[in-house]
């Protein structure tokens, strides 16, 4: 089987591609120009140009595939660089759906984000379940994954504290750090799209990813200070404080954080993970077992 896959060079992605070779699928990616180079795996994939942003660029491209993966997300909007929620999510899956229709592939496999709502209090939140609205609607033969934070070897997460516990050992949180998330590792998400692709029993559904932890934000923080040896001093910023900070600063890319991030992160990002491990047979990586293969690396 041939697999079309997009946002094959981000975190998610490249562990994707690593899982879909080994397991012989052929892939075929699409990348914008200039990021060729990105792949590690050039030799074994199918580099086509293009962006799912860009429905012209998509013509041909998916022909000859039987499914489509679409991992395309960012995490903030620079709008002045034309990057939008709304173009990346919505307008990009929109895009990919009527390519997939057009050119004859009926699976489609969608990255979402747990937390996805029509109601959602915020852009990401939004744009997120319109492009679940729109695979549902497709008539394709879709599956829909949810997944809360993600990590594991090059996430932007869990490597973000630890390099600040290693240079300067304290961590800003905002407000109390009692709110909950469920951190899932990559291994675990990507095994899951993985196993997606032929399962027929998969089709129509979607599942909320989370680890097998709910973990409260401080004791997160506790955890990655434990596995490096470098005991945690917190300091905790007042939410209102926090979020006029990042209202005026969030458009500077060295932010760490935006203010719908934060209105995401007091919300919490639990979900029951137990219908996905079950559902695929994947034995789920608890947190610290999982940051301690490649922290202490």
């Known amino acids: 089987m041939k697999i079309f896959l997009t946002g094959s060079t981000g975190f998610v992605g490249k562990r994707i591609l690593q899982d879909l070779l080994e397991n012989k699928y052929q892939v075929r ?7 060729e180079q990105k792949f590690a795996y050039d030799k074994d994939v199918d580099i086509v140009p293009g962006d799912i942003t860009d429905a012209s660029s998509l013509t041909g491209k998916l022909a000859g595939c039987d499914a489509v993966i679409n991992l395309v997300g960012i995490i903030r909007e620079f709008p002045g660089k034309g990057i939008t929620f709304e173009k990346l999510h919505y307008e990009g899956t929109a895009n990919l759906v009527r390519a997939a229709r057009e050119q004859g592939v009926r699976r489609f496999i969608q990255m979402s984000a747990l937390g996805a709502r029509r109601e959602g209090k915020t852009q990401y939140q939004q744009t997120k379940f319109r492009a679940e609205e729109c695979v549902r609607n497709s008539g394709l033969d879709y599956t829909i994954f949810r ?44 095994m899951g799209f993985v196993k997606s692709i032929e399962q027929k029993n998969a089709i129509g559904k979607a599942f909320n990813v989370g680890g097998p932890e709910k973990i409260e934000f401080d004791q997160i923080i506790n955890i990655i200070g434990e596995v490096i040896s470098a005991p945690p001093h917190k300091i905790h910023i007042p939410v209102f404080v926090m979020s006029t900070m990042a209202e005026m600063l969030d458009w500077l890319p060295s932010f760490p954080v935006t203010k719908e991030q934060i209105v995401m992160l007091l919300e919490g990002n639990v979900c029951d993970e137990k219908p996905f491990f079950e559902h695929f047979g994947i034995k789920p990586i608890g947190f610290k077992e999982g940051i301690s293969k490649y922290l202490t690396a």
């Not at 990616?29 to 990021?35: L, P, V």
């Not at 990590?151 to 290693?166: E, I, S």
Request: charged residues 15%.
């Open 147 to 190: 997944p809360s934070i993600i990590f594991g070897p090059g996430d932007k997460f869990v490597n973000l504290f630890a390099n600040m516990l290693k240079v300067q050992q304290f961590v800003p949180v905002v407000g109390k750090g009692r709110y909950q998330m469920q951190p899932v590792a990559v291994e675990n998400v990507s």
């Open 29 to 35: 990616c699409i990348a914008r120009q200039g990021s």
